[in-house]
């Protein structure tokens, strides 16, 4: 059963433009939900979070918005930059120490 | 701050030997560690949760004999792959939860290891 997942494998954005990557979970006792971003052979790093009693969060060019009810997260990057290309995956957490992963969603820049 | 290495980044080894992989919070202290195994295109799998002086808690179809933790301070978390087999071959991820700062959920990760078993 995935709890967290992201729909889409991959996303193709152009430079400058707004990336906006999504995260559906299905465990209503998440309260807290993470975004990181990966390299290839590197561990992930981490970007933005959000509590499950805000609807948004916002870090330089990255925010994070969440949608309780539709149990739906998703994070936007603008403008997106050369460098923000890699595999991004969102988490979740309900007070159990755990983080429960998506299966990643690997994004592309284009020039 | 929230820095996390792991060494060695990566290691080949024949198989039946142990290899010994180690995971340092270099500036905050870690209770709580994490071991990750990550497949080529796949998402990453808790491996086992690992607390400081406590026995770890392994993930169900993780094989505690095969896979050993040690956490045996603040700072340092320690995974042994014992008697290795080309199928243990992959790329494992230590995290740790800094308790001091922010959310104590957020996991700050490791660079990762890079095990081939021939």
């Known amino acids: 059963d995935q709890q967290v997942k992201q729909n889409s494998p991959s996303l193709s954005v152009q430079e400058g433009r707004i990336s906006i990557l999504n995260c559906d979970y299905t465990n209503s006792m998440f309260d807290y939900f993470l975004w990181y971003k990966k390299y290839p052979a590197e561990g992930p790093t981490f970007l933005i979070s959000i509590s499950s009693i805000k609807d948004k969060n916002e870090d330089g060019r990255f925010t994070v918005f969440l949608n309780k009810s539709a149990k739906h997260l998703s994070l936007h990057i603008v403008p997106s930059q050369p460098g923000d290309s890699a595999v991004y995956f969102c988490a979740a957490s309900g007070g159990a120490q755990k983080l429960v992963f998506g299966q990643g969603t690997r994004l592309t820049i284009n020039p | 701050g929230a820095v996390v290495s792991q060494h060695p980044s990566w290691v080949i080894c024949k198989s039946g030997t142990s290899v010994k992989i180690e995971c340092r919070s270099l500036?905050?202290?870690?209770?709580?560690m994490f071991w990750y195994r990550q497949f080529p295109k796949q998402s990453l799998m808790l491996m086992a949760t690992s607390n400081e002086g406590s026995k770890a808690t392994y993930e169900q179809g993780v094989e505690k004999d095969k896979f050993l933790i040690n956490h045996a301070s603040l700072t340092l978390s320690t995974l042994t792959v014992t008697s290795a087999h080309p199928e243990d071959s992959s790329f494992y991820i230590c995290?740790?939860?800094?308790?001091?700062?922010?959310?104590?959920?957020?996991?700050?990760f490791g660079p990762g290891t890079r095990l081939t078993v021939l």
């Open positions: 500036d905050f202290q870690a209770t709580t």
């Open positions: 995290s740790a939860r800094d308790g001091g700062q922010g959310h104590t959920d957020t996991q700050y």
